[in-house]
């Protein structure tokens, strides 16, 4: 999965466009960022990127940046 | 000594009372409900009314094994209750259940109490004590009443937890048959993920844990109700039953494609269906029961057992995989070769 496939399935779960999907961008802005969320990215990052991240980092992340900082060993070559 | 043990027969009961998706939506708001259905897979669920405790419906499981199987009752030397609702810190509800189903003196009864992978644990003692010869025919129970430790305006799991109850005869069979394996384990760091805080002796019942709190999703709850970090279990699940399950196989020298059958605890079918994909299991090698009747914790593996066995999907010699797992965090799976000696399967009444 590529960071920008990454990123598209990310806002589908936030029922949102890619593009309001910045690094800065501050997750609780987004009436759909809660616990059901948080399984729907569990799910995103183990299935298409391998990762098993563990609850609390996506839970406690602020902005999407932080998500993305989370997973970037998956886009690295 | 060395006796092969097994599954003789199943059955489950469940109670007759319904918590429709239809109330919920009316106490929660159809928006939050929509996203507990695709979110868990579950509609509705049973629900047991104030004075029934899990007790009963093992009690009515039990009753319906013995009583549709013509088992005789003094042939039962070992009886396991598993639940984590107790009708009392004390006496042990086996020994209340014993009197009940008026077994005999020399029968061994005792509880085991671990949620969502008691069943399992309770036949791998089952099992213990009859290839020991310490026991010969056990009758393994499970009954929780889980609905009612939740406060009713915490939407993180009135919508998912239900009520229900299990009773299984266990005994010898054929050589190779039955039993092949067990995988049991824990990780004590996640307890406080799955608790109800208040009401044992670290933190007795006081005005304090009677105090509503609202967290900040909204759901309301005192110590004295359940909690449950739905992400943190979420988690463990899809790191845990993936592992078991590889674990056991390659110890038993099986592989998947050996498996005729995959029997998930049925926690949360968006869940089951990830962990379907993660696994490679082909859906017509598992069943599901779970989105009209919920999560009865401790009992939903011995119930999804029963209905595929009822749906004709589990024949002798079948190769049968069933996997527990949930609060402690606690563990468990079994491989067990349907016995050419289990009885015939038989509708329940409360289905």
């Not at chain 2, 319906?64 to 004390?90: A, G, K, N, S």
């Not at chain 2, 844990?209 to 279990?233: C, P």
């Not at chain 2, 089951?272 to 696994?279: N, P, S």
């Amino acid at each position: 999965m590529t960071q920008g496939e990454f990123i598209s399935e990310f806002a589908q779960i936030l029922d949102v466009v890619p593009a309001e999907l910045q690094p800065e961008t501050e997750l609780s802005t987004f009436c759909n960022w809660d616990s059901v969320a948080y399984l729907a990215a569990m799910v995103l990052i183990d299935e298409g990127l391998g990762i098993t991240l563990r609850p609390e980092v996506i839970s406690n992340a602020k902005t999407f940046g932080d998500i993305l900082k989370a997973v970037d060993s998956a886009f690295q070559p | 000594m060395g006796r092969s043990t097994g599954i003789l027969a199943v059955t489950s009961a469940l109670p007759e009372k319904t918590l429709t998706y239809e109330e919920l939506e009316q106490r929660f708001g159809p928006e939050t409900m929509k996203k507990v259905l695709s979110g868990s897979g579950i509609r509705h669920r049973r629900v047991a009314p104030r004075g029934v405790c899990g007790s009963d419906l093992a009690y009515d499981a039990a009753c319906q094994l013995l009583d549709d199987h013509q088992i005789d009752r003094q042939t039962i030397d070992l009886l396991i209750f598993c639940t984590q609702t107790p009708d009392y810190f004390l006496p042990t509800t086996a020994c209340i259940l014993h009197e009940r189903l008026r077994l005999k003196p020399e029968c061994a009864s005792f509880d085991i109490n671990l949620g969502c992978s008691q069943y399992i644990y309770a036949l791998s003692v089952a099992h213990s004590m009859i290839y020991a010869g310490v026991a010969s025919r056990a009758l393994v129970l499970t009954g929780d009443t889980l609905s009612q430790t939740l406060h009713p305006m915490d939407r993180s799991v009135v919508p998912l937890l239900a009520d229900g109850g299990s009773a299984s005869l266990v005994g010898e069979v054929p050589e190779g048959q039955g039993f092949l394996g067990f995988k049991l384990g824990t990780d004590g760091t996640g307890h406080k993920y799955l608790m109800i805080p208040a009401g044992g002796f670290r933190i007795p019942i006081s005005e304090k844990t009677s105090n509503e709190i609202t967290d900040t999703e909204g759901n309301v709850r005192t110590q004295q109700n359940l909690y449950m970090n739905g992400a943190a279990i979420f988690h463990f699940a899809i790191s845990v039953v993936p592992t078991t399950i590889h674990s056991i196989l390659s110890e038993l020298s099986l592989s998947m494609n050996d498996v005729d059958l995959f029997l998930f605890h049925q926690a949360n079918k968006y869940m089951l269906d990830y962990l379907l994909r993660k696994l490679k299991i082909l859906p017509e090698k598992t069943h599901f029961f779970i989105e009209d009747v919920g999560n009865s914790s401790g009992s939903t593996v011995p119930i999804v057992l029963y209905e595929a066995w009822r749906a004709g999907k589990i024949r002798p010699g079948a190769l049968v995989l069933m996997i527990g797992f949930g609060v402690g965090l606690s563990w468990a799976a079994t491989v067990v070769r349907w016995p050419d000696n289990a009885l015939n399967v038989v509708p329940n009444r409360t289905g």
